[in-house]
């Protein structure tokens, strides 16, 4: 395996020689030599590393971006790969099945409130309409002279 080099001595060099001309060892370090206040910048290029490879194998592997996959299935798909990540033993598995059953309640109470909203209005559109006795049915009527008779 023939390996080819990214920098010679003498780019390492030069690169030294900017390091102290801005003043940089007063100011971040890397690999722990450096300052003690400033950047680490071997952690910031670690950290944007990981994130543009959690990007480009989300992308490579599902076709979708990091953000808009599962975190749990993601972990799968990385440590045990993408079908184990979208077999059925991932969704019959303890963790998995504890944050459905979690969720259970709050997804009741939204198609509850949706369902009591949608009732609602087809009260007052179609039933109170109807209904001159009920004195809400003013509030929706549209106002006299906005909409011409002809």
């Known amino acids: 395996m023939q390996v080819e080099a990214i ?9 030294k020689a900017a390091f102290q001309q801005y003043g940089l060892m ?3 370090s890397i690999l722990g030599n450096g300052a003690y206040y400033g950047e680490d910048y071997t952690a910031e290029t670690l950290e944007l590393k990981v994130e543009h490879m959690r990007e480009y194998y989300a992308q490579e592997e599902h ?3 990091y953000d808009s996959l599962g975190f ?3 972990e799968v798909a990385f440590t045990e790969g993408y079908a184990a990540a979208r077999g059925l033993a ?3 598995g303890s963790l998995v099945q504890t944050l459905f059953w979690a969720r259970l309640p709050g997804d009741t109470l939204i198609i509850l409130g949706t369902a009591i909203y949608v009732a609602d209005l087809i009260r007052k559109r179609f039933v ?4 001159a006795d009920d004195p809400s049915v003013d509030d929706m009527a549209v106002a006299e002279g906005i909409i011409d008779d002809d």
């Open 7 to 15: 920098a010679t001595g003498e780019t390492v060099q030069d690169g």
């Open 26 to 28: 007063n100011h971040g």
């Open 128 to 131: 109170l309409r109807s209904s």
């Open 90 to 92: 991932f969704y019959e």
């Open 63 to 65: 076709g979708a971006g």
């Open 72 to 74: 749990l299935q993601l």
